[in-house]
């Protein structure tokens, strides 16, 4: 019999992306996706038929027990969150609601149904914030900057306690940033991706920035739901650093972007002050060491490689819309 999966967020990059890794290792897949009057279905359009999906809310606690009661599921992955960081300053209280405790209501559910249900908390280096050491590990004391940073450690902490307290397999991913073709348009990467393409092909010419000086550690969303599921078959639960531990800053981002694309980027990037933050993460580097002894896992995708798949699957997507 082929072991079940419950991904919330599945509509989501990580939802998709561990969707089909899961499909690709025979387990049976589930989704919980929430009521929409625009069904936002595209990322997982390509597994339709081969993944179950059921409506339920993290902010509705029983439709989370139902689901769960219903799927019975050997493992549950939590990627479902308000996870654009500037919205959390504009909507600080449904981020807490969603990101923070909507994860304890998965945790109830499992607690209440089946406490043997393996879980992975898709923790975020948003938690390090301030950071107070570089790199970044397991033990580094978070300061978020940001209500979605907050959110998030608040989502950390559940998880490590509800392993203590009642001895769950639940474990805690602290994901540095990950992207893909599939990311959201409003994150930095594939809004600099896709204008690359844009202003390529014509059919744009400014791009318009916030903070160019800030450093992160960038890698492919891929690679990293790897990780996640290596966390899952283990002997024992525990939280990972996934990352690359490479820092560039968005100037650099950019920079290798508009290049794949044959433009120079100071002809076309702007500051617009209206995407500055009110307190900004400056710098995230991270320490993987840890999941590279214990889960022999690492990431297999450089900065230029990811940058440049990125571009070319815009640039491919641009030119299929201008054809119609
Ligand atoms: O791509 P971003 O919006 O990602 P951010 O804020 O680092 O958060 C992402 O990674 C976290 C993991 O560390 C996740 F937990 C979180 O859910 C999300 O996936 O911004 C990256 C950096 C920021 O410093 C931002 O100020 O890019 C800078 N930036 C500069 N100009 C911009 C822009 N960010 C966006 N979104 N748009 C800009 O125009």
Known sequence: ??????????????????ARFLLDKGYEVHGMVRHSSSANLERIEGLRGRIELHQADLLDQLSIVTIIRDVRPQEVYNFAAQSFVPTSWSQPLLTGEFTALGVTRVLEAIRLI?????????????????????????????????????????????????????????????????????????????????????????????????????????????????AAWLM??????????????????????????????????????????????????NTLCGDASKARRLLGWEPKTTFDELIHMMVDADLERVRREQAR
């Open 114 to 226: 089946d406490p043997t249900i393996r879980f992975y908390q898709a923790s975020s280096s948003e938690m390090f914030g301030n950071v107070r050491e570089e790199p970044q590990n397991e033990q580094t004391p978070f300061w978020p900057r940001s209500p979605y940073g907050v959110a998030k450690v608040y989502g950390h902490w559940i998880t490590v306690n509800y392993r203590e307290s009642y001895d769950m397999f639940a474990c805690s991913g602290i994901m540095f940033n990950h992207e893909s073709p599939l990311r959201g348009m409003e994150f930095v990467s594939r809004k600099v991706t896709d204008a690359a393409a844009r202003i390529k092909l014509g059919l744009q010419d400014k791009l318009a920035m916030g903070n160019l000086d800030a450093i992160r550690d960038w890698g492919y969303a891929g690679d990293y739901v790897e």
């Open 1 to 18: 019999m082929s072991r079940k999966v419950l991904i919330t967020g599945v509509t989501g990059q990580d939802g998709a992306y561990l």
């Open 232 to 281: 899952l078959q283990q002997d024992k639960p525990d939280d990972y650093v996934v990352a690359t531990g490479i820092k560039h800053s968005v100037r650099d981002l950019v920079e290798a972007a508009f290049k794949h694309a044959g433009l120079d980027w100071r002809e076309h990037v702007e500051c617009d002050p209206k995407f500055l933050r009110p307190a900004e993460v």
